[in-house]
Every structure is written in structure tokens, then in C-alpha cells.
């Protein structure tokens, strides 16, 4: 698939033997969301239609190989887990990615989706854990959130805006609100812009346990306690752990 097309909206392909274009297969420990900690085999699709300005996995956007479902699945079946964790990119770009959920689900695999909030989940199997963005406004792609994704999500799925700052956190907790978003889904995460390589302060490093973790984490904790606010903070676990290694 081309990078222009892997940058719009979701091409309709029904033929599963075209199988998906795939950048990588890995087994690790899951770094966010409910499942935190937990060993988990991670899909990660190429392509994605949005830029954000913190994305992390710059290196899904284009490449890749393009590979059987079948293929795919034996992949998945070397590993000792049931627990997937399908991301990208935006998995949902690619709309086989549908027919690969449904027959992981009747493997018996776990899934949970990562997707950027950006392309409609109307069609994902009920039983994945959808774990949804909501770009906040230093995202640079605040204006591609497809509101209407709201309508599909359920106690079983998950919400998380990226704050990069004040403004962001003011906006993401007015979306909270106006939407009820601590009541439409299971669990609500608010989480720093994160890069362990992020330098801060000689006077703020004396309340952290290690040097990695920047200021706005702890801002963001503190904003959140004052507010007290019916949501969940986190940290990426994986780069903490492994900084920004791939396959980890």
C-alpha cells in the first residue's frame, strides 16, 4: 500500500488473501493501559493517517511487509501467550485487520486494539478491548478525533489522551465532562508526554526516585489531585524499562 493511501481514510478491502501489511511481531511486557505488565504479543500494523506531533513508532508510517492472515497468525502462535495487543500505526487503516481480530477471537487470543481515535471502530468484534485515543490540541491533529466512535465504545474499552501541557489537560478534562466519559467506558488514563531522555530540572530530580521521569509528570499528578478527577495516570512501563527500543 502506498503512503498516501496509508495516510487516508480506511481503503475497503474485503479479500482477506490480501492479507496486511505488517512492520513487526514482538513479544514483551504490555507498557500501558489495563493490562499493564502482563506478557503480550504485540501486532504492529503499518501506516497510520495522522502525524501526531509526540508518535513514537514514526518507523510504522511506511514500509513494512505484506503477509498472509495465515501467516500472521502462525507468527502468533510461536509465542507463549494468549494476550495480543494490535497497534501501529493506526491498525484500523488497514480493514483486514478486522477479519484477523475475529480469528484470533475464535483462538481464544485476548485482544486489545490500539487505535488513534480516527477512523470509525463501528465494525470492531465487541469482545477486543478497544484502548482509544483522544488527540488533545499539541497533538497537531486535535480536528481528526471521529467523535461518533463514542457511540461504540463500552465498560469493556478505554480512553486515553497524550497532555502535553496545561492546555491540554484543561481541554481533556472539559471532553471528560461534556462527555461522561469516566461512565461510557471502563477506565479513563491521562498520560505525560513521556521520552525518558526528557531532562529536568537539578531541583525537581531531588522528588524522583530516577532522573527519567520529567517534571510534567508530576505536574500532571498534581493537576489531577486538585481536580480530583475520576481518572487513571500512567507512565509508559516499556519505556521506562527499554526507553524507545524497538520490538520492546
Known sequence: MSESLLRT???PVTDPEAGLRLTEIFYSLQGEAITSGLPTIF?????????????DTEYAFTGGERQSLETII????????????????????????IE??????????????ETAG????????????????L???????????LWSNLDYLTQ???????????????????????HKLNELVGTVWFSPMFNVADDISEDASKNFPSPEVPVLAREL?????????????QLQLHKIIWADAKGK
Open 9 to 11: 481514510a480506511a481503503i
Open 43 to 55: 501486532v504492529r500494523l503499518t501506516g497510520c493517517p495522522l502525524r501526531c506531533v509526540y508518535c
Open 74 to 97: 502462525e507468527t502468533i502462535k510461536g509465542y507463549p501467550c494468549k494476550r495480543i495487543c494490535l497497534t501501529g500505526g493506526e491498525p484500523l487503516a488497514q480493514p483486514n485487520a
Open 100 to 113: 484477523l481480530m475475529k480469528r484470533l477471537l475464535s483462538d481464544d487470543y485476548e485482544i486489545s486494539l
Open 118 to 133: 480516527a477512523l470509525t471502530v463501528e465494525n470492531v468484534p465487541p469482545a477486543v478491548s478497544k484502548v482509544m485515543d
Open 135 to 145: 488527540k488533545t490540541l499539541s497533538s497537531g491533529e486535535v480536528d481528526k478525533n
Open 156 to 178: 469493556h474499552d478505554q480512553i486515553k489522551f497524550v497532555i502535553m501541557n496545561r492546555a491540554d489537560y484543561d481541554w481533556a478534562k472539559e471532553k471528560l465532562f461534556e
Open 221 to 233: 499528578a498534581e493537576w489531577m489531585l486538585a481536580d480530583a478527577l475520576p481518572v487513571r495516570f
